[in-house]
């Protein structure tokens, strides 16, 4: 297979073509950021599940030495991104789109830089896909491109899933971002590296390199260093969102990834260019995810360009290296410019997913105008790339019909921006498809309690009706045995004992299966209430008992 | 003369026919109108028998089952009755709608969509609206009197006599009944979601709209 750029790509529906401001921050080399004097490294772990902490406060840290771990499998590891002190352990703003404050690790470097690595495992091939994994976790590797999901667990995915298709994505369509366009220019043999250890693990048996037509300098630098490596180049047409994987892997192949499936669950694996070198880095050089190229941008700055950064160094400092004018600064924005976050402080940490800070002035990001009535123009239906009806959606979200915006394919949507970008009437139609999906979810959880609770009170009701006839019998059987004692004194009467006893007998038959039934109900309400049926016949009215006690 | 007389009948025929088709023709107007009451009136019999089809207690249980089901099921009691079930019967037999709190007002809209109702406010006496809760028992303190255990509605609380107990947290509904029959007062009820675990997106705040706006055309005023 020999490297190739012209290959059929088919064009994404809809998207817009914004201004990419992409040449400001491409002037210079990638420069490295001075050490802060204090480092504010996030625990945050994918699905909100809490970090489990290896050090404490006052220890001495090394460089790469994990600070955290996931509580299983899925978790991420955390490291120290210099060695120094660990000074505290507490909330601290993050860059994160509610605002509140997350777990961090507050460390003070030490000035020494001192690298714990990992064994190189530098001939990779000679490893399995199990310890390439291993090793990719114990790295801390996570989704570069903003996904910021753990590597391990997208590869462990993969495995269980036959993927034919490895993709690495070096679109990078969001204008103001050049941090991959930038690692590939300098270090695109480390990227090659990456991508044949994806491949090695995978098994896949071909892998397309995409790149957007607008970053020649990277293209001519990734096409020297992938001749005869067997990886496609594809160069795909710059376009907002072409880098979003589904739509990704529409324009390489053709394939539509199925609505609520995964792309891997088709046999496609994509990664992330800058995560393809973080992986090389992990393996081959037994360094753990510790720093990340940040594009730090706008025309607010003096030196705009890429910067390597230590996770964890706060944005005020990188503002302050690349020498901002505080004063012409109007918004300052996490992220790119069409699906970053606004931040309200720049006293936040850089996190690996933090691919851009744009410091921007009034006139390069106005300010957001004030939303205005729907006009039904339609832009937003011919922009969007998963070709929803966003104008239909919004109805549907503004006047909480959760059902009508599931039935239109609310989740299919990607909030890639295009369509707030296009409207005309400056509706924030991202937020309102945000919040409905929050809505959907919250009122999901909240059926799945409410039914979990009815079958499990369902059963507690049915538990104690059972309990409380059992008991009447267990007495009605003792009177019984009192009075035939009683009468066999004086003139016993053995027919009349024998017809209580077998009345008896079958008034615990039919409690018995009253309460089978009433059981029957309430596991078939739930299929979570297995363990309930399991633990019934523990409350089981025995009636050989009550004959044996008789 | 005698041709007149001969063919008299025919001619007669002859005037009156026309005659006739003009009355028929005028009728079916009439016709129409009769025939569109009927088939009225069979419909209407025939929709009568498909909705006498349930008898009336079974059609009175799927809606009480159908008001349940979009009840919280906390077992809480706070409605008055001794469940959520119980509380479903009531509404289907005219209670009002906004008496359970923990639902709050979503539940509130949900009733009133099934059943024709006007969304009004949550009753305050009852309770207000509070994000999900759940109980604690503060382990140390608990002495195993299984008292918590026996007013669990849903059987969420584990642990046995002089033994310490435990909140399944999963599982609780956060219906505050344990806290009561507690001697020791060693049962808390807690927020279930950190404030960072409970954050969703929210709509954007409609804004007033500028009275220039080409949208309103009403001066001054703000326009809907």
């Known amino acids: 297979m020999s490297t190739s750029t012209t290959r059929t790509v088919w064009p994404i529906p809809g998207g817009i073509y914004p201004l990419d401001h992409k040449q400001q921050s491409l002037g210079t080399a990638i420069r490295q950021v001075p050490l802060p004097s204090q480092l504010v490294i996030a625990l945050r772990q994918p699905s909100h599940a809490p970090a489990v902490l290896c050090v404490n406060v006052g220890d001495h840290v090394s460089k790469g030495q994990c600070l955290a771990q996931g509580s299983d499998a899925t978790g991420l590891s955390i490291h120290a991104s210099t060695s120094g002190t660990v000074l505290a352990i507490t909330e601290h703003a993050v860059p994160n789109e509610s605002g509140l404050p997350e777990l961090c690790v507050i460390l003070q470097p030490d000035g020494e830089n001192h690298w714990t690595k990992l064994p190189a495992l530098a001939d990779f091939r000679n490893y399995d896909a199990a310890r390439l994994i291993s090793r990719i976790a114990e790295a801390g590797i996570c989704g570069l491109g903003g996904g910021a999901m753990p590597s391990a667990t997208k590869l462990r995915a993969a495995l269980l899933n036959k993927v034919h298709t490895l993709v690495i994505n070096a679109c990078e369509c969001e204008p103001f971002i050049t941090c991959d366009d930038a690692l590939m220019q300098a270090s695109a043999d480390d990227i090659v590296a990456g991508i044949q250890i994806l491949l090695h693990i995978s098994a896949a048996n071909r892998c397309v390199f995409a790149i957007e037509d607008n970053k020649p300098a990277a293209l001519n630098a990734m096409r020297a260093a992938l001749t005869d490596s067997g990886i496609e180049l594809v160069v795909v047409p710059s376009i907002y969102p072409s880098g979003a994987e589904k739509l990704l892997i529409y324009s390489l192949t053709g394939s539509e990834i199925a609505t609520g499936t995964l792309a891997v669950e088709q046999g496609f694996l994509c990664f992330n260019v800058s995560t393809a070198h973080a992986i090389a880095r992990a393996v081959v050089h037994g360094e753990v995810l510790v720093s990340r190229i940040t594009t730090i941008t706008g025309s607010a700055l003096v030196n705009p360009g890429n910067y390597c950064v230590l996770l964890g160094t706060p944005i005020n400092e990188l503002l302050k290296h690349a020498a901002v004018d505080q004063t012409k600064v109007s918004s300052l924005i996490h992220g790119g410019s069409l699906t970053g976050i606004a931040l309200t402080s720049n006293n936040v940490p850089v996190l690996a997913t933090s691919a851009c800070v744009i410091a921007s002035t009034a006139a390069e990001i106005p300010a957001a105008e004030p939303e205005q009535n729907c006009i039904r123009c339609g832009f937003c239906t011919e922009v969007c790339p998963v070709l929803l009806l966003p104008q239909q959606l919004y109805w549907a979200s503004k006047s909480e019909q959760l059902q009508q915006a599931t039935t239109l394919n609310l989740h299919d949507c990607i909030e890639c921006g295009a369509c707030s970008y296009v409207c005309p009437s400056h509706i924030p139609l991202v937020q309102y498809f945000r919040a409905t999906k929050a809505d959907i979810r919250i009122a999901e959880e909240k059926l799945l309690m409410a039914n979990q609770s009815r079958a499990r009170f369902e059963f507690h009701q049915a538990r104690k009706a059972a309990e409380k006839i059992q008991e009447e019998q267990r007495r009605a059987t003792r009177a019984t045995l009192a009075h035939q004692q009683l009468e066999q004194t004086a003139t016993p009467s053995l027919a009349q004992a024998a017809i209580a006893a077998a009345m008896a007998r079958v008034k615990a038959k039919k409690a018995l299966q009253d309460f089978a039934a009433a059981v029957d109900a309430a596991s078939n309400n739930l299929t979570t209430a297995d363990s309930q049926a399991d633990n019934t016949a523990a409350y089981l009215p025995n009636p050989d008992q009550q004959d044996d006690s008789r | ?224």
């Open chain 2, 1 to 224: 003369m005698n041709f007149l007389t001969a063919y008299s009948p025919y001619l007669l025929l002859l005037l009156v026919l026309p005659m006739i088709a003009m009355l028929v023709w005028q009728l079916r107007v009439v016709v129409r109108v009769v025939v569109r009451e009927v088939v009225r009136k069979v419909q209407k019999k025939l929709s009568y028998k498909l909705s006498q089809k349930l008898p009336p207690e079974q059609a009175n249980d799927i809606t009480i089952a159908a008001i349940d089901a979009l009840l919280p099921q906390t077992q809480c009691g706070q409605c008055g009755y001794p469940g959520c079930r119980p509380y479903a019967q009531a509404i289907a037999e005219g209670r009002a709608i906004n008496l359970c709190p923990p639902g709050g007002a979503s539940t509130i809209k949900a009733l009133a969509a099934l059943l024709h109702a006007e969304v009004i406010p949550l009753d305050s006496t009852h309770g207000t609206e509070s994000e999900r809760k759940v109980a604690f028992i503060r382990e140390a303190e608990c002495i195993g009197c299984t008292k918590c255990i026996a007013a669990c509605p849903v059987d969420a609380i584990l642990g046995s006599g002089k033994h310490m107990h435990t909140v399944i947290t999963a599982e609780c509904t956060g219906c505050d009944l344990c806290v009561e029959p507690c001697p020791v007062d060693c049962i808390d009820m807690i927020v279930a979601l950190t404030p960072l675990q409970g954050w969703h997106w929210q709509r954007p705040q409609s804004l007033p709209l500028h009275p220039h706006l080409i949208s309103n055309n009403q001066q001054g005023q703000s326009g809907r």
